[in-house]
């Protein structure tokens, strides 16, 4: 029997087909149309910090080494491989980011943060004669979200601190939200692992949106972070006597309303 089609059939599969494709435009389009939300410019943001953290992270036996003079870690070097793990971590292309918008603004001016603490430190980096130089992750976070600071001139701040008793840098203790949100929070038993905490609140007299990032202690964080408590580490600290798995670090980024 050879098949015919049903006139009312076709009439069917037009109707549905339009139908499918208008749904699913209307999907699409409020994705590329709409301006990314705090809460993914927030995790962005946090993202792009990791990756950089990373290249000194898997450059450190290099940096440490003082038989070489030259490292070859410029600015540049170091935001391309940042860049390159930011890719692979989120799928997104920091180059695809419309860079008028507020989240490309925002991850401009911390490409550009990467690059200005990277070209700061390259007598450091460089220094040959030197072992250890105290250039590691954490301290290169910290000098990245200042130069942020400067960048992202008021709009944003990014800053990685720690349960009070276990910051080493003055600098980076938590303010009195973070501290509440880590005691009554991130500390709890019952806390999601890894989950963040975002509120909206009261910051500087601004209104801001405030985004919580739990990270927790590695058995690569131990060599300093670890036991014996109160032995000095390589970095001349006393070890907090933390144990792999404890919240051990918190990204903290603070996005202020216009
Ligand atoms: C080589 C020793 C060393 C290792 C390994 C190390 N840290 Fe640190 N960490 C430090 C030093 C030194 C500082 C102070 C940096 C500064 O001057 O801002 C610090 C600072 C920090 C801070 C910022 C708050 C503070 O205490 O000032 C966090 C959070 C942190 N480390 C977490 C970690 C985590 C998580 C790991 C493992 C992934 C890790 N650290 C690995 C030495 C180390």
């Not at 999907?27 to 993914?40: C, K, N, V």
């Amino acid at each position: 029997m050879s098949e015919r089609m049903d006139p009312a059939c076709s009439f069917n599969r037009l109707f549905f087909g339009v139908l499918l494709i208008t749904s699913l435009f209307s999907f699409i389009e409020p994705l590329q149309a709409e301006p990314a939300d705090d809460a993914s410019i927030a995790t962005n943001l946090a993202d792009m910090l990791r990756a950089a953290r990373q290249v000194i992270s898997s450059n450190q036996a290099r940096i440490n080494d003082p038989n070489l003079g030259d490292k070859g870690l410029t600015g540049q070097v170091v935001l391309q491989q940042a860049v390159e793990i930011f890719k692979k971590a989120t799928g997104t292309d920091p180059s695809s980011i419309d860079p008028t918008s507020r989240f490309g603004r925002l991850m401009h001016a911390q490409m550009d943060a990467i690059v200005e603490a990277t070209d700061a430190n390259q007598a450091t980096i460089n220094a040959k004669g030197v072992g250890f130089k105290g250039f590691i992750p954490a301290v290169f976070a910290r000098l990245v979200n200042e130069s942020f600071e400067n960048h992202a001139r008021n709009e944003a701040q990014i800053k990685v601190t720690a349960p009070e008793q276990l910051v080493r840098n003055r600098k980076s203790r938590p303010d009195q939200w973070e501290s509440e949100v880590i005691r009554v929070k991130l500390l709890r038993e019952d806390w999601p692992r890894g989950q963040a905490y975002a509120a909206e609140v009261e910051t500087k007299g601004r209104t801001a949106y405030r985004m919580m990032m739990p990270e927790y202690y590695a058995n690569s964080c131990l060599s300093c972070h670890g036991s014996p408590k109160g032995e000095t580490d390589v970095t001349g600290y006393p070890k907090e006597g933390g144990k792999e798995g404890d919240l051990g670090a918190i990204i903290s980024v603070t996005l202020f309303k216009q």
